[in-house]
Structure formats: structure tokens, C-alpha cells
């Protein structure tokens, strides 16, 4: 098996292994969020299920609205709040808490007070709208409705911008219930299971998407980097490669150049004739190995990396590097090493 075949198998290990990785870390993230079940809590007329895992609630007065406030320093914080307010005044109000033109019909991205937003009109059984904008890496879901002329605010802020915690603020609110009853109907919890894709999953990511980044990202990379090596390691044209008179031909022969500290992989065209051996890159003469010629260069066999059999040349990179570039100047003791099933043969040419 070629050396690139076997980086590449090393780089796809890399990828799985980062891959097991992150489900790792988020399956535990998700685990963290959800362990708990819920405790009702008064909410106005209403009762409404907060995580058990939250602190009990710090109780407030600010501009007329009634706060509590329940904290977890590693989940978030929600706030429930209320405050008297007409009915027929809401939309004006949620326009100007939400720095709105104007009240969604439906659902709008818009941009305000430095945040990315997303506002849904979650209008049923009583008008409502749900808004989530980000801040920094995290995310602050806020349900605003309008229920017998009061206004009821339940806002979730948390560093996180998974999915889960999207969830998590779902069900609670979900959880609403007016005299043991559950205040909204199937209708809503199919609207809020719909936010994160209605969203783009810009505010709410699956779990999946990030799984799928090491793989998105690195699989591109590797097929085009195959591409580009297996057009680099072509051999010349043929009626160049007649003129050559060749004893020995490889397409896409792995080669390893080290100079100057820096060692570089990649598929080079390889020709073994009567003069010595070429190298070819993109069907060019790129570095050409003399046989029979007096210098000083070193030549030996071995196994390198993955246990690769190989035939190494050690000489001035100006002897060897026949096309020359005015970005790059090969200058020094270059080292040209060219793994193959048959070092020997490779070697008894230059002998």
C-alpha cells in the first residue's frame, strides 16, 4: 500500500477519532441538561415546570413587573415575570421590548442592539411571539404572551447554542398548564419543534451538525488533495516517455523530499532508465538522479514510515531540482526519498 494511501487511512482514523470525541463531550453536555425532571412553580394564574436542578428562585420588583429568577451556573438562567398590561396593547409592546418593525406575521431574522435575531408569531389560543438572539457563543430564548390582560415573560439565557438547551426552554414553556390543565394544545409544541430548522439551525444546533464538521471539513480536503496527487504523479506523455527508453515505470510513485528541516510527501511519476532515474511532476522533469557520477551524495536503503520500504538519495538539491522557480530556491543537501516494493533495483542503477 502507497504512503498517501496510508496517511490518508491515518487522517480518516483522525477524523473518527475527533468524531467519538465530540459525541462524547455533547452527549454529556446533554446529559447534564436533562438529568433533572421538573418542579411546578406559580406563574401568575398559571403553573409552569422548572428544571429541579435550578437554585430556588430570587424574587424582584422592577417596573411594575414581578420577577423570579432561578439560576444554574452550568445550564443557565430563567426568568419568569409579570406584569398588568392591556391585551390589545401587546403587540405594540413586543415590538418595543424587541427592538420589532414591525410584529411577524410569521417568522423574521433581524439585527438589533449588536445581536442576531429570530422572532416566530406563536399567536393561538392568546397572542404570543417567541424571540431568540444570540450573545457571544450563547443564545437567550425569551416567549412573550398576553393572557387576561397581563403580560407574561419567560426568558432563557445560557453560554450554550445546542439544540438541547433550545429543548430544555421548549419544555418548559410547553409545561404551561392553567388549573391543572395544559394551557397549549399540540398545535404549539409542533411550532416550537419546528424553530430550530425555521431558524436555520443558526440559533440552535443539533448535536449531529457538529458531528458532522470533522467530516464536512476534512473529507473535502483529503478527495481534493487525491485529486491533485494522483494528477501530480502522472507519468509524461508517451512520446516523451519513448525518448526516455525506460527499464522501469511508476505512476504516482510516493516520494518524501527533506530539505533544509522540512520533509514533504507527495506523488511524483517515476522513470528508471540507462542515465539514472527522473522524477517527473505533472508530467514535467522535475528532479533528476544521475547514475555513475562521481559527487558527493549518499545513497542507501531502508524502512521508513508504516514500515515502507524505500531507496534514499542524499545530494545537492542544485544538481537534483531541474525546473527552477523565482518564489522557492532549493539550495543545500537535499534528501530524495522514494519508497518502493524493489529498493534494490532502484539502487543497482545508480551503483
Not at 494511501?5 to 477519532?17: D, H
Not at 416566530?120 to 430564548?141: E, Q
Not at 398576553?146 to 447554542?161: C, E, I, K, Q
Not at 558527493?296 to 542544485?318: D, H, I, L, N, S
Request: hydrophobic fraction near 45%; include cysteine; aromatic fraction near 14%.
Amino acid at each position: 500500500m502507497k504512503v498517501e494511501k496510508k496517511i490518508q487511512i491515518l487522517a480518516m482514523g483522525i477524523i473518527l477519532l475527533v468524531t467519538g470525541s465530540l459525541y462524547l463531550i455533547f452527549h454529556r453536555i446533554e446529559a447534564r441538561a436533562l438529568k433533572s425532571g421538573f418542579r411546578p412553580v406559580s406563574f401568575g394564574v398559571f403553573t409552569v415546570g422548572i428544571p429541579r436542578s435550578f437554585d430556588p428562585p430570587i424574587l424582584k420588583e422592577k417596573n411594575g413587573w414581578h420577577i423570579k429568577t432561578f439560576m444554574n451556573r452550568q445550564i443557565g438562567t430563567l426568568e419568569l415575570a409579570t406584569a398588568s398590561a392591556a391585551s390589545s396593547d401587546f403587540q405594540k409592546a413586543a415590538v418595543r421590548y424587541f427592538s420589532l418593525k414591525n410584529f411577524p406575521v410569521h417568522t423574521v431574522f433581524y439585527h438589533a442592539g449588536g445581536s442576531f435575531r429570530f422572532a416566530k408569531n406563536m399567536s393561538a389560543r392568546v397572542p404570543g411571539v417567541l424571540v431568540i438572539r444570540t450573545r457571544g457563543r450563547g443564545r437567550v430564548f425569551t416567549y412573550f404572551f398576553n393572557y387576561h390582560n397581563t403580560s407574561y415573560w419567560l426568558s432563557f439565557s445560557t453560554g450554550h447554542s445546542l439544540a438541547t438547551y433550545a429543548g430544555l426552554f421548549f419544555k418548559v414553556i410547553s409545561s404551561l398548564s392553567l388549573e391543572g390543565r395544559s394551557f397549549h394544545g399540540p398545535a404549539f409544541g409542533e411550532a416550537l419543534q419546528r424553530v430550530c430548522r425555521e431558524g436555520y439551525f443558526v440559533f440552535c444546533q443539533p448535536v449531529l451538525l457538529f458531528l458532522l464538521i470533522p467530516f464536512v471539513v476534512g473529507l473535502p480536503i483529503l478527495l481534493i488533495s487525491g485529486a491533485v496527487s494522483r494528477r501530480m504523479g502522472r507519468l509524461p506523455d508517451l512520446e516523451t516517455l519513448n525518448t526516455l527508453l525506460p527499464f522501469y515505470t511508476e505512476a504516482n510513485a510516493s516520494v518524501m523530499l527533506k530539505l533544509k528541516g522540512r520533509s514533504q510527501i507527495m506523488s511524483l511519476g517515476l522513470v528508471v532508465n540507462g542515465r539514472g532515474i527522473q522524477l517527473f511532476r505533472f508530467g514535467r522533469l522535475w528532479i533528476d538522479i544521475p547514475g555513475k557520477v562521481p559527487g558527493k551524495r549518499e545513497v542507501r536503503v531502508g524502512r521508513g514510515w508504516f514500515g515502507g520500504r524505500y531507496f534514499q538519495v542524499v545530494a545537492p538539491a542544485e544538481e537534483l531540482i531541474q525546473i527552477r522557480s523565482r518564489f522557492i530556491r532549493y539550495s543545500g543537501m537535499m534528501t530524495v526519498r522514494i519508497y518502493s516494493d524493489q529498493p534494490q533495483m532502484l539502487r543497482q542503477y545508480l551503483a
